[in-house]
């Protein structure tokens, strides 16, 4: 009963109840951003200072996730990252090649990656540690990773807005719109696999 009662006050609570949700997407990533994103949208996004607040903090949320993982690469260092990623990293679509390539992209260019990873499916959650395990420039670092969160964040719940407003059930529209868009990128993913085999 409780634990209903807790879920229930932050999927309908106010603003740091947004936060949390949003640092939990980034820490445990179970639920995909853009639904819990679209679902923020269709909940509290109907009017315009619903839908400031709940971008600002839902951004708020997800730039404190990114620096807990910054965090964590700073502690781990390269190699035990290199572990954690070789073990589990083919979970969440990250395997070890492409961990280090994009590790090293990042070392030449820390802005445009740092703000470009935020708006790509698992990668803008763990990207961030490379960043610290790198120590690349927070003052690089920051203001990227928010200015794609804002982007990716304010893209998603206006998606949720327009559901939440339409003549359709939001519920059901909303959970339409999230199927479409994971269609959308397991056939990205598919069309780079198969590209790959190809050109092996």
Not at 47 to 66: E, N, P
Not at 123 to 128: N, T
Not at 141 to 161: D, E, H, R
Not at 184 to 198: D, M, P
Request: charged residues 15%.
């Amino acid at each position: 009963m409780m634990a209903d009662t807790i879920y229930t006050s932050l999927l309908y609570g106010g603003f740091l109840s947004i936060v949390a949700l949003a640092l939990a997407e980034k820490l445990v990533p179970v639920i995909p951003s853009y639904a819990l994103l679209i679902f923020l949208g269709t909940t509290h996004g109907s009017d315009t200072k619903g839908f400031i607040s709940t971008v600002a903090a839902s951004a708020l949320g997800s730039m404190l996730g990114t620096l807990v993982w910054y965090g964590v690469g700073r502690l781990a260092g390269r190699n035990r990252i290199d572990v954690w990623i070789d073990k589990g990293g083919r979970y969440v679509f990250l395997p070890l090649a492409r961990y280090r390539a994009l590790a090293e992209l990042y070392e030449r260019h820390t802005f445009w990656v740092t703000l470009t990873a935020q708006t790509i499916p698992a990668v803008r959650i763990f990207l961030a540690m490379p960043a610290g395990m790198l120590g690349l420039n927070l003052r690089l670092f920051i203001p990227a990773s928010m200015l794609g969160i804002v982007i990716w964040n304010t893209s998603l719940i206006g998606i949720g807005a327009i559901v939440g407003n339409s003549r359709y059930d939001p519920l059901y529209s909303g959970l339409l719109v999230v199927a479409a868009i994971l269609c959308f990128e397991a056939a990205i993913w598919h069309s780079i696999r198969y590209r790959r085999r190809r050109l092996a």
